[in-house]
C-alpha cells in the first residue's frame, strides 16, 4: 500500500494542531490586551474641542480653583461644567480680541452654549456622586489625575469597575484631609498608613463591609 | 449466548465492510435526503426562534417573574438528562466488559455528544444577554471581580464544558481505530478509480485524506491498542462519575433554594435514575430505527433489543419507585408546603404533565414484562420515545409547578407555554437531528473494532487462525523491493493473532537499541502484547494526575477567590464555604483527567503521524480488515535483516510462520 500522505503533511498536520492550542490560549489574550488598551479606553487621548482651553494655563499656573467652573462638585452628584458666562467673566476684560477665543466670543453673543467634547463617561447604570467623595475626602486628582500639568485635557484614568472597586475597597490608601482635597499633585504622606484609617473612622467610611455592596453604585 | 449477539455467518473483514460501506457507498440515499431535508427545515426554525430571542429577549418564552425557569431549564435539563443516560450506559457497559456493547455503544455515544451540543446552548440563550456567555467564567477581567463559585451558575457553566468535552473524547478515542478502517477503505476505492477513470480521482483521494487526518495516523500498532484500551476505559471511568456528580448535583442546586418540592433526599437519585431512563429509551429508540434503515439485523440482532428493553424495565421501576417513596414521605412526615406542591402537580393548571409521567413514563415500559414486546423493534422504538417525553414532562413539572406558587402574593403570576418556547425546542431537536443524520451519512454506526472483537472471541473462527492462506514459502512472496533502497526494516504478515503472537515470541531475543519490535491488527492484540514485553505500559497515572491536579487547583481558586480575594456576604453563607465547591470541581477534575489522558494516548504513541514507513508494507490497509503484521524496524547498522527473516520463515506452520515477509523501504 503507497502512502496516502506525504512526508510533509505531518509538519503540517502538527504545525496546524500547536497553532490552533496558541491560538486558544492567545487569542483570548490578545482581546483581553486591546480591551485594556488607551486606543479602546481613551485614556491619554485629548480630542480637539471647540476652543482649545488649556487646565495647566488655567488652573496650573494662574492658580484658578477648581470650585471657580465646576461649581456644584461639593453640593450635587454632577461637579458641572461652566457656562460661557464663566469664561466671559475674565475674558470680557482679557485677551478680548484673541483668535483662540473667537468660538467663546460667538458662543456668548448667540446665547448658545459650547459643544465641549466630554472625556469622562460612566455608563449609565452607574450611580456616581461627586459631593459625597469631595466632602469625605476624595481628591480631583484621584480618578482626573493631575488637570494642572494637561496642556489640553484627556482621559486620566480608564473607569473600569476595577479602578473603583480598588479604592471601595481600600479607601483607607486614598482618603485625605479636607485641605489635600484640591491639591492635584497628591502623593499619600508619610503617615497615611495611620492618617487614613483615622480619617475613614472620622468621616464614617464603612469601606469593606459596605462599599463593596452592589447597590451602592448599581441602584 | 454470545453467539446471539453477532449473526453467525459473519466474518470479521465482512463486519468492517458492512459498517464502512455506509459511509462510503450510502444506500438510501434518497431516505436520507428526505430525513435531512426535515431536519435542516427544523434547524432553520431553530435559527428563527434565535433570531427572535436576540431581537426581544426571553420574555417571548412566556418566562416571568415567578416562573423563571420554564421551557428553557427544563429543555436544558431534558437534554443533558438523555446525554447523561447514553453515556453512562455505554461506559458502564464498557467497563463491565460486556463484550455485545458494539451494537449499541457508538450510537449511545454519538447521543450523548449530539444531545450535549443541544444542551449546551440552552443556559447561554437563557441568559438574556448571551453574548455575554464569559462573563461566567473565570477570566481575569477589567471589573474587578470573581464569578461567584457558589451559584449554580457556575457550577453550570463548569459542568457543560466539562461534559462536552468528555462526551467528545470518550466518542472520539472509540471512534479511532474505525476511522483508520475508513481511511483504508476510502484509499482503496480513490485506488480503484484509476482503473475506471484513468487516473486516480481528487475527490475519491481528498476523501480518503480527510479520514486520514481525523484518525491522526492511526496504524493499529500493538502500542497503539494498548494504551487505546486503557484510555477508552479510563475516560469511560471519568464519565461516569462525571454523570454521577452533574446529576446529583443539579439536584443539590435546587435543594439550595427555599422552594418546596425540590428537598426530598430521594431526588439526587430520582435524577440521576429519570436521566439514564430517557438516555437508554433515546438511544434504543435510534438503535431499532438505525437497524431498519441501514438493515443491520446481523450486527444489531434480537438479543441487543431484549437488553435494552430488560433494561429499560429495571430503569422504569426504579423510577416508578423514586415517584412513590416521594409521594409517601411527603404524605406521610412532610411539612404542609411540600404536600401542597405534590397535590397541584397532580392537580393544579399543569396537572398533564404528571400524567403525562405516568401515562409515558411509568405505564408503557411494563409491557416489557411480557417476551414478544422485548423482541419487538417497533414496540421498543416507540416505547423509548414515549419515555423521552415523560422525561421532558417531568422537568417541566418539577420546575413549573413549584415556581408559579410564589410566597408573595404579587408575584403569583400564571404561565403558560408560549409558541416560541416550543419552537426553540422543536429547532434544538432540528439541531440533533441534522447532526446526527451527518454522523450516519460519514461515519460507521456500529463500531467495527467492538463487533471485529466479539467476532474474533465469539465467531466461527475463534481460537484458530482463519486458515484462508495456507503458508508456503513466505520468503517466496516477498515483493520486488528494491534491495538498493534504504532499509526500514522485515515485515511479516499472519492471518491469526496467534500466529502473530507466536512469531513475536520467537523474534523477542532479536529486540535491542538496533531492532524495534513492533505488531499492527484490526483488533486489541494483548497476547502479543505478552510477547513484546510492553504489557505493564500504563496510562493511568496520568488520568490520576490530571484529575487530581485539576480538580484541585479549581477547588483551590474557589476557595482563593470565595475566602480571600473576593470576599462577599451572600445568603449568610461563610467565607469558606466549601460544600458548594464541590460540584464543579469534580466536574473540572473530570475534564482536566480526560485531558491528560488524550494528551498521553498522543504523546506516547508519537501520534499524529500521517506518514509513517509502515504504510509501505504491502497490503497493509488489510490490517485494518483481517491480517496482522509484525514490524522489525532497523535502527542501527547491527540490523540484521537477514537472520531475522530466516527465523520467521523456519517457525512451524500455524505457529508463527508468516504468510509473507517482505523488505520494506524507508
Not at chain 2, 111 to 120: K, V
Not at chain 2, 176 to 187: H, K, N, S
Not at chain 2, 306 to 313: G, K, Y
Request: glycine share 8%.
Amino acid at each position: 500500500m503507497a502512502q496516502l500522505f506525504s512526508p510533509g503533511a505531518d509538519a503540517i498536520y502538527r504545525l496546524t494542531l500547536l497553532t490552533a492550542l496558541a491560538c486558544l490560549a492567545g487569542v483570548p489574550m490578545v482581546a483581553a490586551g486591546i480591551v485594556r488598551s488607551d486606543y479602546v479606553t481613551g485614556v491619554g487621548v485629548a480630542p480637539p474641542q471647540p476652543a482649545p482651553f488649556s487646565h495647566k494655563h488655567h488652573s496650573g499656573e494662574l492658580g484658578v480653583d477648581c470650585r471657580y467652573c465646576h461649581t456644584t462638585v461639593e453640593t450635587q452628584a454632577t461637579a458641572g461644567l461652566p457656562p460661557t458666562h464663566t469664561c466671559m467673566t475674565c475674558h470680557s476684560q482679557i485677551w478680548t480680541g484673541s483668535d483662540m477665543l473667537k468660538p467663546v466670543r460667538d458662543s456668548y453673543a448667540r446665547n448658545e452654549p459650547l459643544q465641549w467634547v466630554r472625556l469622562n463617561r460612566l455608563p449609565q447604570y452607574v450611580y456616581y456622586n461627586h459631593s459625597v467623595h469631595v466632602t469625605k475626602g476624595i481628591g480631583c486628582s484621584t480618578c482626573h489625575g493631575d488637570v494642572t500639568t494637561m496642556q489640553m485635557t484627556y482621559r486620566a484614568n480608564a473607569f473600569e469597575m476595577q479602578f473603583c472597586l480598588d479604592c471601595h475597597r481600600n479607601p483607607e490608601k486614598y482618603v485625605r484631609t479636607p485641605d489635600q482635597v484640591w491639591n492635584m499633585n497628591w502623593t499619600p504622606p508619610p503617615d497615611q498608613a495611620t492618617l487614613g484609617p483615622k480619617l475613614v473612622a472620622q468621616n464614617h467610611i464603612r469601606g469593606g463591609e459596605r462599599l463593596v455592596e452592589c447597590s451602592v453604585c448599581h441602584r | 449466548m454470545a453467539g446471539a449477539a453477532l449473526d453467525s455467518a459473519q466474518d470479521p473483514g465482512l463486519i468492517g465492510a458492512t459498517q464502512t460501506g455506509i459511509p462510503l457507498r450510502h444506500p438510501a440515499n434518497r431516505r436520507w435526503w428526505i430525513a435531512f431535508a426535515g431536519a435542516l427545515s427544523l434547524l432553520g426554525v431553530f435559527g428563527a426562534a434565535i433570531v427572535w430571542l436576540l431581537i426581544n429577549g426571553v420574555g417571548i418564552w412566556g418566562n416571568n417573574n415567578a416562573v423563571v425557569w420554564a421551557l428553557d431549564i427544563a429543555s436544558y435539563d431534558w437534554w443533558i438528562g438523555i446525554a447523561s443516560g447514553s453515556l453512562l450506559v455505554s461506559a458502564v457497559l464498557l467497563l463491565l466488559g460486556a463484550e455485545w456493547r458494539g451494537a449499541i455503544n457508538r450510537i449511545a455515544e454519538t447521543c450523548a455528544l449530539l444531545c450535549t451540543l443541544a444542551a449546551g446552548l440552552y443556559p447561554i440563550l437563557h441568559l438574556g444577554r448571551p453574548w455575554f456567555f464569559y462573563w461566567n467564567l473565570p477570566y481575569p477581567n477589567t471589573l474587578g471581580l470573581w464569578p461567584q463559585f457558589r451559584s449554580p451558575l457556575v457550577w453550570d457553566a463548569i459542568d457543560i464544558v466539562s461534559f462536552l468535552v468528555v462526551s467528545v473524547s470518550f466518542w472520539y478515542i472509540g471512534l479511532l481505530p474505525d476511522l483508520g478502517a475508513l481511511r483504508d477503505r476510502a484509499y482503496e476505492a480513490a485506488l480503484a478509480t484509476e482503473a475506471e477513470y484513468g487516473r486516480v480521482r481528487k475527490l475519491a483521494l481528498l476523501k480518503a485524506q480527510l479520514y486520514g487526518i481525523l484518525a491522526a495516523g492511526w496504524r493499529g500498532s500493538a502500542s497503539h491498542w494498548q494504551l487505546w484500551v486503557q484510555a477508552y476505559r479510563t475516560v469511560g471511568l471519568l464519565g461516569v462519575l462525571l454523570v454521577v456528580s452533574l446529576q446529583t448535583g443539579a439536584s443539590v442546586m435546587l435543594a439550595g433554594s427555599v422552594l418546596p418540592g425540590w428537598h426530598d433526599t430521594i431526588l439526587p437519585v430520582t435524577f440521576l435514575v429519570n436521566a439514564v431512563f430517557s438516555g437508554v429509551g433515546v438511544t434504543a429508540a435510534l438503535v431499532v430505527m438505525i437497524r431498519a434503515v441501514y438493515g443491520l439485523d446481523a450486527l444489531i440482532t434480537e438479543r441487543h433489543l431484549a437488553i435494552l428493553a430488560r433494561l429499560l424495565l429495571c430503569l422504569g421501576l426504579a423510577s416508578l419507585y423514586g415517584y412513590a417513596t416521594e409521594l409517601f414521605s411527603s404524605f406521610l412526615h412532610g411539612d404542609s408546603f411540600a404536600r401542597a406542591t405534590l397535590v397541584r402537580r397532580m392537580t393544579g393548571a399543569h396537572a398533564w404533565a404528571f400524567w403525562t409521567i405516568v401515562a409515558c413514563m411509568l405505564v408503557p415500559v411494563q409491557a416489557f414484562w411480557f417476551a414478544s414486546a422485548r423482541r419487538s423493534g417497533p414496540a421498543i422504538a416507540a416505547i423509548g420515545l414515549l419515555v423521552a417525553i415523560g422525561a421532558y414532562a417531568d422537568h417541566f413539572m418539577v420546575l413549573v409547578v413549584t415556581l408559579q406558587q410564589d410566597f408573595l402574593p404579587s408575584s403569583r403570576l400564571a404561565y403558560s407555554i408560549s409558541i416560541w418556547g416550543v419552537a426553540t425546542f422543536a429547532g434544538s431537536i432540528g439541531l440533533f437531528l441534522t447532526l446526527l443524520l451527518l454522523v450516519l451519512r460519514y461515519l460507521p454506526v456500529v463500531s467495527i473494532t467492538e463487533t471485529r472483537r466479539l467476532a474474533r472471541d465469539h465467531g466461527p473462527a475463534a481460537g484458530a487462525g482463519a486458515g484462508a492462506a495456507e503458508p508456503g514459502d513466505p520468503l517466496a512472496a516477498a515483493d520486488v523491493d528494491p534491495r538498493d533502497a534504504p532499509l526500514w526494516g522485515i515485515s511479516a504478515e499472519f492471518a491469526s493473532e496467534a500466529e502473530l503472537a507466536a512469531a513475536a515470541k520467537a523474534l523477542h531475543r532479536f529486540q535491542s537499541e538496533h531492532v524495534h519490535l513492533d505488531a499492527h491488527g484490526p483488533v486489541p492484540i494483548p497476547q502479543t502484547l505478552r510477547a513484546l514485553r510492553i504489557r505493564d505500559r500504563t496510562i493511568r497515572p496520568f488520568a490520576i494526575l490530571g484529575a487530581l491536579l485539576g480538580g484541585g487547583a479549581f477547588l483551590a481558586m474557589c476557595i482563593y477567590a470565595t475566602a480571600f480575594d473576593y470576599t462577599f456576604l451572600i445568603g449568610g453563607r461563610p467565607r469558606f464555604s466549601w460544600p458548594s465547591f464541590v460540584v464543579p470541581s469534580v466536574s473540572f477534575a473530570m475534564m482536566s483527567g480526560t485531558l491528560a489522558i488524550h494528551l498521553a494516548l498522543l504523546v506516547l504513541n508519537r501520534l499524529p503521524r500521517l506518514n509513517h514507513p509502515a504504510f509501505n508494507i504491502p497490503g497493509f490497509s488489510r490490517s485494518t480488515v483481517d491480517r496482522y503484521f509484525l514490524s522489525a524496524e532497523a535502527q542501527g547498522d547491527a540490523f540484521d535483516a537477514e537472520r531475522i527473516a530466516e527465523t520467521l520463515a523456519d517457525l512451524p506452520p500455524q505457529a508463527g510462520r508468516p504468510i509473507a515477509i517482505r523488505r520494506i523501504a524507508r
